[in-house]
């Protein structure tokens, strides 16, 4: 790899000027003879941009040979669906996606969620190399049809994305209220009274995208009496989340896409509604160089302004301007893989049902309440008591828990202080929150905590 700039960078220079001279007019004998030095420095050429320079790899991929697709990889046509590994990092030696398998065909590929829904790490040892008419795609998905039969159910978010609200339909789930989408910006379900829309997710990232976390889910929509076909649309899920990080050069000639899905109609206009758009996801590249004639797009609903985050970070960028949508934001040199955090909150307990094991285990089972399941069986309606383990979160930080109707039932949020006499000396805290007067139904409980860093 031979750029300009690449070649700047590789050299120290230490050149001193013209000796100056510093003095008093009066007292000259004060005067001093002083010497600037310039020096100009740069990361050493070979850099491990992508932390993996000596991790197990993949291999060499390319679209257009199976025998480099990885175990289990699904075809479907020119479509290619990689498995994620369980922690969402997959590396390869170089990563080249142009024609499809035995065709001529641009490519597309995808990635299997994981159980624990992580975003796309995808780290390379070489380069990377998007053809024109290709693409990289982690975008959420869009609500299933609702018909006389079934309400619309909320698209999935792509991987590190955030399911979309089901629509309501009384005669099937009892619901009148469409339900928030779920993530951190979740659209709020359409409601009868007072009579709103479903409402677009919005999403909630750092210009940095770190940490880094897709879009959220649009509301579902709402069902006014339950008269056949009166099911109210599901809303859209957030767009994925994707990190590639390039040791050589990303060349992007096709496109890297994590947009929102959309949310499906009313199924009868007299008497629901509409599910709404998911947000836009995440993208962020770290490389060596960066070029090519491509597009990025992290795009939600163009009417509703909640397009998710791009991040270009190079020592050597020649995208335009305009080859992203939304318009990135850009470094000059690749920053850390991850946040300087680890930080995390946890729901653990849920009416005495234990979750996860003890502090510093992992969740003995992984929460599927994000693909649509139910995790935990209350044995009757009442107040529900949760406890809340936090780990290198600061005291005193404010912990949001959200209580999302799914769609029945009401949504409350409510928060709790971490106290320090409920910390260890690891800096693991529990935390203690009571939800009253729950009624029967379906819900989705989340746990965020938002602090900055000095």
Same mark, same amino acid.
């Given at each position: 790899?031979?750029?300009p700039?690449?070649?700047?960078?590789?050299?120290?220079?230490a050149?001193?000027?013209? /000796?100056?001279?510093?003095?008093?007019?009066?007292?000259?004998?004060?005067?001093?003879?002083?010497?600037?030095?310039?020096?100009?420095?740069?990361?050493?050429?070979?850099?491990?941009?992508?932390?993996c320079? *000596?991790?197990?790899?993949?291999?060499?991929?390319?679209?257009g040979?199976?025998? @480099?697709?990885?175990p289990?990889?699904?075809?479907?046509?020119? $479509?290619?669906?990689?498995?994620?590994?369980?922690?969402?990092?997959?590396?390869?030696?170089?990563? *080249?996606?142009?024609?499809?398998?035995?065709?001529?065909?641009?490519?597309?590929?995808?990635? +299997?969620?994981?159980?624990?829904?992580?975003?796309?790490?995808?780290?390379?040892?070489?380069?990377?190399?998007?053809?024109?008419?290709?693409?990289?795609?982690?975008? #959420?998905?869009?609500?299933?049809? =609702?018909?006389?039969?079934?309400?619309?159910? !909320? !698209?999935?978010?792509g991987?590190?994305?955030?399911?979309? #609200?089901?629509?309501?339909?009384?005669?099937?789930?009892?619901?009148?209220d #469409?339900?928030?989408?779920?993530? /951190? &910006?979740?659209?709020?379900?359409?409601?009868?009274?007072?009579?709103?829309?479903?409402?677009?997710?919005?999403?909630v990232?750092?210009?940095?995208?770190l940490?880094?976390?897709?879009?959220?889910?649009?509301?579902?929509?709402r069902s006014? *009496?339950?008269?056949?076909?009166?099911?109210?649309g599901?809303?859209?899920?957030?767009?994925?989340?994707?990190?590639?990080? $390039?040791?050589?050069?990303?060349?992007i000639?096709?496109?890297?896409?994590?947009?929102?899905?959309?949310?499906?109609?009313?199924?009868?206009?007299?008497?629901?509604?509409s599910?709404?758009?998911g947000?836009?996801?995440? +993208?962020?590249?770290?490389?060596? &160089?960066? &070029?090519?004639?491509?597009?990025?797009?992290? =795009?939600?609903?163009?009417?509703?302004n909640?397009?998710?985050?791009i991040?270009?970070?190079?020592?050597?960028n020649?995208?335009?301007?305009?080859? *992203?949508?939304?318009?990135?934001?850009?470094?000059?040199?690749?920053?850390?893989l991850?946040g300087?955090?680890?930080?995390?909150?946890?729901?653990? @307990?849920?009416?005495?049902?234990?979750l996860? =094991?003890e502090?510093?285990e992992?969740?003995a089972?992984?929460?599927?309440?994000?693909?649509?399941?139910?995790?935990?069986?209350?044995?009757?309606?009442?107040?529900?008591?949760?406890?809340?383990?936090?780990?290198?979160?600061?005291?005193?930080?404010? +912990?949001?828990?959200?209580?999302?109707?799914?769609?029945?039932?009401?949504?409350?949020?409510?928060?709790?202080?971490?106290?320090?006499?409920?910390?260890?000396?690891?800096?693991?805290?529990?935390?203690?929150?009571?939800?009253?007067?729950?009624?029967?139904? =379906?819900?989705?409980?989340?746990?965020?905590?938002?602090?900055? @860093?000095?």
């Amino acid at each position: 790899m031979n750029h300009p700039m690449h070649l700047l960078r590789q050299g120290m220079l230490a050149s001193p000027s013209m /000796p100056q001279t510093n003095c008093n007019p009066v007292m000259r004998f004060s005067c001093i003879i002083g010497t600037v030095v310039m020096l100009v420095l740069a990361v050493p050429a070979g850099a491990d941009i992508c932390g993996c320079e *000596t991790s197990p790899s993949l291999g060499a991929f390319d679209s257009g040979d199976p025998a @480099t697709y990885p175990p289990s990889t699904e075809i479907s046509d020119h $479509v290619l669906s990689i498995p994620l590994s369980a922690d969402g990092v997959l590396v390869f030696d170089s990563f *080249t996606v142009d024609d499809g398998p035995g065709t001529h065909t641009s490519a597309v590929v995808r990635f +299997i969620r994981n159980a624990a829904n992580s975003p796309v790490q995808l780290r390379i040892k070489g380069d990377l190399f998007i053809g024109s008419g290709s693409s990289i795609n982690v975008s #959420g998905d869009a609500a299933i049809r =609702r018909d006389n039969n079934i309400n619309g159910i !909320g !698209g999935l978010g792509g991987p590190g994305g955030f399911r979309g #609200g089901d629509g309501a339909y009384q005669l099937v789930n009892f619901a009148a209220d #469409g339900a928030t989408g779920l993530g /951190p &910006g979740g659209g709020l379900g359409a409601t009868v009274v007072p009579e709103a829309e479903a409402e677009p997710a919005s999403f909630v990232g750092t210009p940095e995208l770190l940490p880094l976390v897709g879009g959220a889910g649009g509301g579902g929509g709402r069902s006014t *009496t339950n008269e056949l076909g009166c099911a109210g649309g599901g809303g859209g899920g957030g767009g994925g989340a994707i990190f590639i990080a $390039v040791n050589g050069d990303a060349i992007i000639d096709g496109e890297i896409v994590a947009d929102g899905g959309d949310g499906n109609s009313y199924w009868t206009f007299r008497c629901s509604s509409s599910g709404s758009h998911g947000s836009g996801g995440a +993208i962020r590249i770290a490389a060596e &160089g960066l &070029g090519g004639g491509g597009k990025l797009y992290a =795009r939600g609903d163009s009417s509703s302004n909640n397009d998710g985050g791009i991040r270009l970070e190079a020592y050597s960028n020649s995208l335009s301007d305009d080859a *992203t949508d939304p318009v990135a934001s850009r470094a000059q040199a690749p920053g850390p893989l991850l946040g300087p955090l680890s930080a995390s909150v946890a729901i653990t @307990t849920v009416n005495g049902e234990m979750l996860s =094991r003890e502090s510093g285990e992992p969740l003995a089972t992984l929460p599927q309440g994000g693909y649509g399941l139910i995790d935990v069986v209350l044995s009757a309606p009442g107040a529900v008591d949760l406890e809340l383990l936090s780990s290198g979160v600061p005291i005193n930080t404010e +912990i949001a828990v959200s209580l999302k109707a799914s769609p029945n039932g009401r949504s409350e949020l409510l928060t709790a202080l971490i106290d320090p006499g409920n910390c260890n000396a690891d800096g693991d805290c529990t935390i203690a929150v009571s939800v009253p007067d729950v009624v029967a139904g =379906r819900y989705v409980i989340e746990a965020q905590a938002t602090f900055q @860093t000095p």
